[in-house]
């Protein structure tokens, strides 16, 4: 089994790295044969404008981008699709946002049909999402922006192309305590990820640790 867990984050030593690091580790400890990818999606200069060759590929008057069917490609290869990124403004990150844009594209995530009806193309590929906060549990719960990034991300992104969010993880600012125990988490969701591919419904949040 195969894992592609892509990371949105400049800095190579920062903590999400580091998650995205040992939820790997677990991944590979899980059983013979597991294996992942990382994709930096910072360090590779992926280019996440939705520019005009991309409305065209939309509207089906031209080929995708030969960036975007790379990404496509990766993730046909993988059995499950980890996102690993820091909360900036109680969303992800613009670069991964960008790639979401461009590579769940009309043709291959879903198909937008004459009648409107929405065919969801990516009913196999299991998701596991894992976000970064540096706020508080008492602060995302007071203003609500648990709910809020589920709406948006779990059930506006993916359901939307049918595929099955697995896990759906916040780790927060510790109080007192020192934030790579977040490794920890991450090396048990690595170890776990195919399991839960495997089952229906989603893993319990990690909303304080």
């Known amino acids: 089994m195969h894992a592609l867990i892509v990371v949105s984050h400049p800095n190579p030593a920062s903590l999400t790295h580091r998650v995205a690091a040992n939820l790997g580790d677990g991944v590979t400890m899980s059983g013979p044969g597991n294996s992942f990818e990382i994709a930096d999606l910072a360090a590779e200069g992926f280019d996440p404008r939705f520019n005009a060759a991309d409305v065209a590929a939309y509207l089906k008057e031209a080929p995708l981008p030969a960036d975007v069917t790379a990404e496509q490609a990766r993730i046909d290869r993988a059995d499950a699709l980890v996102l690993v990124y820091p909360v900036y403004w109680w969303s ?15 043709g291959w995530a879903y198909d937008e049909e004459a009648d409107a009806k929405v065919v969801k193309r990516l009913q196999h590929l299991p998701v596991h999402l894992v976000a970064i906060g540096g706020a508080n549990l008492r602060t995302y719960t007071r203003h609500g922006y648990f709910d809020a990034m589920r709406t948006q991300i779990d059930h506006g992104i993916f359901d939307y192309c049918g595929a099955p969010v697995k896990t759906s993880e916040f780790l927060l600012l510790p109080e007192g305590k020192d934030p790579s125990a977040h490794l920890d988490t991450a090396r048990a969701i690595g170890g776990s990820l195919f399991c839960l591919s495997k089952t229906s419904g989603r893993s319990k949040a990690v909303e304080t640790v």
């Open 92 to 106: 992800m990150p613009g670069l991964l946002k960008g790639w979401i844009d461009r590579v769940f594209s009309n």
